[in-house]
């Protein structure tokens, strides 16, 4: 494994064209109208930043993130595509659930494939209700929830998870008992976003509810993945710790990305289909 030119962050992936096709289609049927300022929470590399920025001339976005990493290649993107829409963009380091933002003072917040990371639902609900201004709107998108398996694809993530395995254990180095035999898996490390069950539609929309949001009414889109699409993904060190958690991250990007071929293939699958839920719900 050759760490030094391999890359863990989520840009592989959102750079892939469904996944752009996809916040497109998100962003565009929110319907934000003429809005003046918007934020985008757990912003990553910036996509739905940009594609507010793209389709609202004269609003101001705020992208907030926890990781640097994140926040630098959303800088370099959109600063690079578009000096006017750079000077739009204001990143900032921080937590969904503890907003370092004034009261009232967004029209739009919106958040990619990113709530189910969140520990405590109900202290994010509250400071999105906190920032937004009467009126305003909450959206999010997420492929982590009850339903995200199209019918008939759940068996090929039970074989990608069991090829990703035995790949880890023959091809990881420094802890096993025997040669080949790879690192042990640590236990009791799983990240916070794994103790918590995906929650469904239903769910979500009794929670934006009840934190006195008027929904409307939420979408199941569905997104063609291909072998790129889970190499590229699987690479990303924020999902390959959930899913391989105990497994050293690097040891657990590499097998994830090496092999979605072969789980694809032993399966009869060149494609397959993932339902991404959006929800939206305007503040009282």
């Known amino acids: 494994m050759n760490g030094a030119s391999f890359n863990t962050s989520y840009e592989p992936f959102s750079d892939r064209p ?33 594609e507010i920025l793209r389709l609202e001339p ?19 993107r959109v600063g690079g595509r578009n000096a006017g ?19 009232e003072s967004f029209d739009v917040v919106v958040m990619g494939n990113a709530i189910h990371n969140l520990p405590d639902l109900d202290l994010l609900l509250d400071e999105v209700a906190r920032v937004l201004r009467p009126g305003g709107i909450f959206a999010f998108n997420t492929s982590f929830y009850a339903g995200t398996f199209a019918p008939g694809t759940e068996r ?4 990608w998870m069991k090829e990703a395995l035995r790949w880890a254990q023959k091809n990881g180095h420094g802890g096993g008992s025997s040669p080949g035999s790879g690192p ?17 539609a239903g769910q979500y929309e009794e929670a934006l509810a009840r934190h006195g949001f008027m929904l409307q009414p939420s979408r199941e889109r569905p997104i063609e993945m291909c072998q790129e699409s889970f190499e590229s ?7 390959a710790e959930v899913l391989l958690s105990g497994y050293p991250v690097e040891l657990a990007c590499h ?12 399966v009869g699958l060149d494609r397959v289909s993932r339902l991404w839920l959006e929800v939206a719900g305007a503040k009282a």
């Open 255 to 266: 097998a994830l990305q090496a092999t979605a071929r072969p789980a694809l293939e032993a």
């Open 85 to 103: 829409e750079s000077s739009r963009l204001l990143l900032v380091e921080g937590s969904a659930d503890r907003l370092p933002l004034a009261a």
């Open 233 to 239: 993904v699987g690479s990303y060190a924020g999902l």
């Open 156 to 159: 090929f993530y039970l074989q």
């Open 18 to 50: 469904e996944y752009l096709e996809l916040n497109r289609g998100f962003i565009s049927d929110i319907g934000l109208g003429r809005i003046e300022t918007a934020l985008d929470l757990a912003c990553g590399t910036g996509n739905l930043a940009a």
């Open 184 to 200: 042990p898996r640590t236990r009791g490390t799983r990240p916070r976003s794994a103790e918590h069950p995906w929650l469904s």
């Open 58 to 76: 004269t609003a101001a976005v705020v992208g907030l993130d926890l990781s640097r990493e994140s926040l630098a290649i959303a800088r370099t």
